[in-house]
């Protein structure tokens, strides 16, 4: 079974980011955490659209 989501970049360990695509649809999200929080939203280019991961064309 393929994993849905796929890590491109992190940084931090305990406290950091991650750059996560989805891919089914090549959607990046930006993945925040600190301690026992964290958040999860899209990355949007300037227009408010979804990025797409470059392998997914658009």
């Not at 992190?10 to 090549?26: N, P, S």
């Not at 929080?37 to 064309?57: E, S, Y």
């Amino acid at each position: 079974m393929e994993k849905r989501f796929e890590i491109l970049e992190k940084e931090g360990f305990l406290e950091g980011t991650r750059i996560i695509v989805d891919t089914e649809t090549g959607v990046q999200y930006l993945y925040v955490y600190s301690g026992y929080g964290g958040g999860v939203t899209p990355l949007l280019d300037r227009d408010g659209k979804p990025l797409i991961d470059k392998r997914f064309g658009r």
